[in-house]
């Protein structure tokens, strides 16, 4: 196993992204260490939280013209959007 280099401090985003245009990541990171995680459920409720702000005048037009509510209008956008998907060609 290579000797892995130490991550150096930097003053800004701008100094980091030289930094990491110029260097490969493997040489400061051994990627076989890395585990595989799921997200927490905060960060999916803030997510769902974000998507519906932003969709959420469109959401709320659609359950008033088909006399529904909010929460049931998502799942039924929901639905349709993941039986689309598994019909796309290569969906598994």
């Given at each position: 196993m290579k000797q892995l280099k130490?991550?150096?401090?930097?003053?800004?985003?701008d100094e980091e992204r030289e930094f990491w245009s110029t260097?490969?990541?493997?040489?400061?990171i051994?990627?076989?260490?890395?585990?595989?995680?799921?997200?927490s459920?905060?960060?999916?409720?803030?997510?769902v939280r974000r998507v519906l702000a932003d969709m959420s005048p469109e959401v709320e037009r659609?359950?008033?013209?088909?006399?529904?509510?909010i929460e049931e209008?998502?799942?039924?956008?929901v639905a349709a959007g993941l039986k689309q998907?598994?019909?796309q060609?290569?969906?598994r």
């Open positions: 130490k991550i150096p401090k930097f003053a800004n985003e260097h490969s990541f493997t040489d400061y051994d990627p076989k260490s890395w585990k595989r995680g799921t997200p459920a905060e960060v999916s409720e803030a997510a659609l359950s008033r013209e088909k006399k529904t509510s209008m998502v799942r039924q956008l998907q598994r019909l060609p290569g969906a």
